[in-house]
């Protein structure tokens, strides 16, 4: 079990921005950061701009639209940040080229962009009250929505979706599965959803017996990331099975199987120079499953 920080080496977790809520709360405080030395985030559409040097791109409030929405991200050495709320229409979900340009990202900038782009995908899905249907206004720095109805006066919030994603475990193997989305030989923890009246330790119990007809016990927590498309925190999981018998939901899988610790070490060695292992090919570093499997792998 993790303690704090990002032990883990977890993608878009780690980021060393301070996020100033006492700033954020107070409208006199929070209005004397639209000054000159201010930083904006760029973005093209919901993608961060980056350098030829891999780096985020960063530019002044001027460069905003003048009728931009722009989110307070916090403080980064003493300077205000901030990040457009993109255009009406103009977001679209994550393509292949984004991974290869968050890949020449440090863990903190990658951890800044995933924490904005969260932010802004949010408010541009959000331009509407949930409750009326009437316009809606940033407030708190974006941190915040207001319904501009003088009868309705609903507030909301930034949503976080809570998905379990679990390793299980029987007899020094681990069950992976894979959707038919999945590029061909890659195999992934089960992952799910948590469902309204349920704990953590009960989802990852029926994801799997829905997924792979598992019966699992001793679930316990390795680690968590901020997955920001759009907005998930997919919390890692282990747990063990006393009978690894499978019966695949194939509506919701298409394969699950038991691999070796030899296999999951080759794959995880394999992925670390872009390559597939014998047996299936590893998640990505950026994705919470790489590091349970890197974590299964040296507690040994």
Request: glycine letters at 10%; hydrophobic letters at 40%.
């Amino acid at each position: 079990m993790t303690t704090g920080g990002n032990p883990l080496g977890i993608a878009f977790a780690g980021g060393r921005t301070d996020r100033a809520d006492h700033i954020r709360s107070d409208p006199a405080r929070l209005a004397a950061q639209y000054t000159p030395s201010a930083r904006l985030l760029r973005l093209s559409g919901l993608d961060p701009v980056i350098s030829g040097e891999g780096r985020l791109e960063w530019g002044s409030l001027a460069d905003a639209a003048d009728d931009a929405e722009l989110v307070f991200l916090g403080l980064r050495d003493g300077r205000a940040c901030f990040a457009p709320v993109p255009a009406a229409g103009s977001t679209a979900p994550a393509n292949p080229a984004l991974w290869q340009a968050l890949a020449t990202l440090d863990g903190d900038e990658m951890a800044t962009y995933g924490g904005a782009r969260a932010m802004v995908d949010w408010h541009a899905r959000h331009r509407f009250c949930a409750r009326c249907g009437q316009p809606t206004v940033l407030a708190k720095g974006g941190w915040q929505r207001n319904c501009t109805s003088e009868t309705c006066r609903a507030e909301h919030f930034p949503r976080v979706d809570p998905v379990t994603i679990m390793l299980v475990e029987h007899d020094d193997r681990l069950l992976l599965g894979r959707q038919p989305r999945f590029p061909a030989g890659n195999y992934s923890a089960l992952a799910g959803f948590i469902e309204p009246g349920e704990a953590i330790e009960e989802a990852v119990a029926r994801e799997v017996l829905e997924e792979a007809g598992v019966v699992v016990r001793d679930v316990s927590y390795v680690g968590s990331q901020p997955w920001p498309f759009p907005s998930s925190l997919m919390i890692g999981c282990h747990a063990h099975t006393d009978d690894p018998a499978l019966t695949i939901d194939y509506t919701e899988l298409e394969d699950a199987r038991w691999f070796t610790r030899a296999e999951v070490e080759d794959a995880v060695a394999a992925i670390d120079r872009g390559e597939g292992g014998k047996a299936f090919r590893s998640p990505p570093r950026t994705a919470v499953a790489n590091a349970l499997l890197r974590w299964w792998v040296e507690r040994g």
